[in-house]
């Protein structure tokens, strides 16, 4: 993953989920958004950090890898703002706690 995050991001640091959306140049099939990339040793060291259940806290970072390939980013404050509420309301949809609290 640290390879991964360094080769693409420029970040030499491992990182929870990569998301790599479809490249607009060979994109033929619309419902294929792109490919994630979710690393297992930092989504269970992040369970136990935030003192979530393992299986929401990959539901969390499943969610959160496909909002990126939907266009989404966290970039700017509210970005991460609009961001984060639409996590929320996923996970609250999908019998989970809500991953951030305003």
Request: aromatic share 14%; hydrophobic share 35%.
């Amino acid at each position: 993953m640290k390879y991964l995050n360094f080769t693409y991001r420029g970040q030499n640091t491992a990182t929870n989920v990569l998301s790599f959306p479809v490249n607009q140049f060979i994109k033929t099939n619309y419902k294929l958004l792109g490919d994630l990339v979710l690393c297992k040793h930092i989504i269970e060291y992040e369970s136990l950090k935030y003192k979530k259940i393992l299986e929401s806290r990959w539901a969390h970072m499943t969610i959160h890898g496909t909002l990126h390939l939907l266009g989404h980013d966290h970039k700017k404050e509210r970005e991460a703002y609009i961001m984060e509420k639409i996590e929320n309301k996923i996970m609250l949809s999908l019998n989970y706690e809500e991953p951030y609290f305003f």
